[in-house]
């Protein structure tokens, strides 16, 4: 069973920030372009933020734009989020994602998603 494993979630004031952590394992890590995706009450699952596997191109959600960063450590198999000036809306549950290319095949991997919560 592969297990993604995020940690960093909490609760933060308005304007605060947190760092988002997903730990994955090796042997998809390279292999794979990771994604953070959110879902408050609610409302349904959204994409936040992607990097592919080289590290070397990212993309946002407009909502988050100029606020949050992603970014990977291949040599510790670790992406980050890196979520700054956060504001109420961005309370939710957010979940990494692993798409990877296996074997000729195409998987995705979930992890079981941290608490992010923005409020006075």
């Known amino acids: 069973q592969v297990q993604l494993v995020e940690s960093g979630g909490g609760l933060v004031q308005p304007g605060g920030s947190l760092r988002l952590s997903c730990a994955v394992p090796?042997?998809?890590?390279?292999?794979?372009?990771m994604s953070w995706y959110r879902q408050a009450p609610g409302k349904e699952r959204e994409l936040v933020a992607t990097?592919?596997?080289?590290?070397?191109?990212?993309d946002y959600a407009d909502s988050v734009k100029g606020r949050f960063t992603m970014s990977r450590d291949n040599a510790k198999n670790t992406v980050y989020l890196q979520a700054n000036n956060l504001k109420p809306e961005d309370t939710a549950v957010y979940y990494c994602?692993?798409?990877?290319?296996?074997?000729?095949?195409?998987?995705?991997?979930w992890g079981q998603g941290t608490q992010v919560t923005v409020s006075s």
């Open positions: 990097i592919n596997s080289a590290g070397d191109n990212t």
């Open positions: 090796k042997f998809i890590f390279s292999r794979s372009a």
């Open positions: 994602n692993a798409a990877a290319r296996l074997f000729g095949q195409n998987y995705a991997y």
